[in-house]
């Protein structure tokens, strides 16, 4: 990877997420506009916006999923922790281990809780042996990390789909730990969630703060000023405003910008 500045533990990279002139297009259709970010390293920003402004979008560009979709064509550069994630030396395996994704349902695979939480981790070990002492550990931390741990360590044998929502979500995010992302997207990680789950889960949120640099899509307002501590609007394809949360909800720059959040549109 080609990289602008030297990361390391002493000299982290301020930010975790660059962007610079990104232009998205599905087809004929463009979803992005000249998107410029800088998304600060070690804190959760919320990506708030109407239906179809293009945050999913912008979201799946990081990880590179929107790849998949043949008809899909991108311009620009998204740098992630200073490495350029679309330059043709990297490698989309990596990229994925490095910035891990919950989706706003939950997606645990119909296999035992152990089982789910090593499945990253065993398709990115490459065929490094690891013993069951180890991967007891692994299992046990990642279920500490996101709260289940308590609820679950006595039928790790039982099958992921068995638990409640708000458990397989917690379930769905521990399964990204053992690969040591860097970055967690979440794209309405509390849609499918009943409020006490929702409370669950943003509590969680804030525990995995400063590990990991959180960028979370949501319709949810409350939950945006709740969970956040920087805010990005987002309108028609085009970033409107980035700025601290509570500068967003309480004197927003831009005219856009207030019409959203007091419900005038959207």
Request: proline content about 4%; aromatic content about 6%.
């Amino acid at each position: 990877m080609n990289t602008a500045t030297q990361t390391t533990a002493e000299n982290p990279a301020q930010y975790a997420i660059q962007t610079k002139n990104l232009n998205l297009w599905y087809g004929t259709f463009q979803a992005l506009f000249d998107v410029d970010l800088d998304i600060k390293n070690g804190i959760i920003t919320s990506l708030i916006g109407p239906s179809g402004c293009g945050k999913s979008t912008f979201l799946r560009s990081v990880n590179r999923i929107n790849e998949r979709l043949g008809y899909v064509r991108i311009e620009g550069m998204i740098n992630v922790l200073d490495h350029n994630i679309y330059d043709p030396d990297v490698e989309i395996v990596q990229v994925r281990k490095q910035v891990g994704m919950v989706f706003q349902r939950p997606n645990p695979l119909p296999i035992s809780i152990r089982d789910n939480v090593l499945f990253g981790y065993n398709l990115h070990s490459q065929g490094k042996r690891t013993s069951r002492s180890e991967q007891d550990e692994i299992v046990e931390d990642a279920l500490k990390t996101v709260l289940l741990w308590d609820k679950v360590k006595n039928r790790l044998g039982s099958k992921a789909t068995e638990l409640s929502l708000e458990e397989q979500q917690k379930l769905c995010i521990a399964r990204l730990l053992p690969v040591k992302p860097s970055v967690l997207l979440m794209d309405e990680p509390c849609s499918a969630l009943d409020p006490k789950g929702t409370e669950a889960v943003e509590e969680l949120i804030w525990e995995l703060r400063g590990k990991y640099t959180i960028l979370i899509v949501t319709h949810n307002m409350a939950q945006a000023r709740r969970a956040s501590e920087e805010c990005i609007f987002m309108l028609m394809g085009k970033v409107v405003e980035h700025t601290s949360t509570e500068d967003m909800f309480v004197t927003p720059e831009k005219q856009e910008t207030a019409d959203y959040i007091e419900g005038r549109y959207g």
